[in-house]
């Protein structure tokens, strides 16, 4: 009878120290698999970018719809390829981007026969620059532009009347490439572009009645602090 009672402790013994073991594997593979509770620091924003809030330089591009009747006037930038880390920015050195021009008759769908949208037609477009420095810093201008849409757009055959070019999406877009932004002194941290779009809106579709109408948008752009020159890399002309 010992004897049995014995292989009966035994094995009630084995038993329990096998669930035991399996209590702690199982804890030690929870711990491995549960997450830290430890939150993961992000990244700060640079000062730079505090100060200069830019979607340009955050997101890489910028796009804006302006409202004007039912008509959705698009500003769309973005780097080119010669200067596309826009992180890289610097006040030294050349810095290049291109943008577009569009309108939108929200009125109808995007698919909807051309004929039976309002026509939009872009006669100058207009470019200011001012800088925005640290301390006592003189604003600078480094990129400027005024001239007729049609003499400059990409297309060399715009569709064009005494109006202007269409810029109604589909058939027409504005679209200037490469555009150069020169040197700026060391104190500088950020540039506004303000745009200037002087356009002459159909009343209705079909009409010979037109409205003239500006256009105006600010794009913020930062520029970090650096001696050092932005990069730029060579790209053919027609390049984006």
Request: proline share 6%; charged share 25%.
């Amino acid at each position: 009878m010992q004897t049995r009672s014995r292989r009966m402790r035994a094995t009630s013994y084995s038993v329990l120290m096998g669930v035991l073991v399996l209590l702690l594997s199982s804890c030690a593979v929870w711990d491995a698999l549960a997450p830290d509770d430890e939150p993961v620091p992000t990244a700060a924003p640079s000062a730079v970018e505090k100060m200069f809030d830019s979607q340009f330089t955050r997101d890489g591009t910028f796009q804006s719809h302006i409202d004007v009747n039912g008509v959705d006037f698009v500003y769309t930038l973005w780097p080119t390829k010669s200067t596309p880390r826009t992180n890289e920015w610097f006040p030294r050195g050349d810095k290049f981007f291109s943008f577009t021009f569009q309108a939108y008759d929200l009125d109808r769908r995007l698919r909807d026969p051309f004929a039976t949208k309002r026509k939009v037609y872009l006669d100058r477009i207009k470019v200011t620059s001012r800088t925005t420095t640290v301390g006592n810093g003189r604003a600078q201008r480094p990129y400027r532009l005024d001239a007729s849409a049609r003499a400059i757009t990409f297309d060399p055959e715009p569709v064009a009347t005494e109006r202007g070019m269409l810029i109604t999406s589909p058939k027409g877009a504005f679209e200037l490439r490469n555009q150069r932004i020169g040197p700026m002194s060391l104190d500088t941290r950020g540039l506004t572009l303000s745009f200037t779009a002087t356009v002459w809106i159909q009343e209705e579709a079909g009409s010979e009645s037109f409205y003239k109408k500006e256009i105006k948008q600010n794009v913020p752009i930062a520029i970090f602090e650096s001696t050092q020159r932005t990069q730029v890399t060579r790209i053919p002309t027609n390049a984006n």
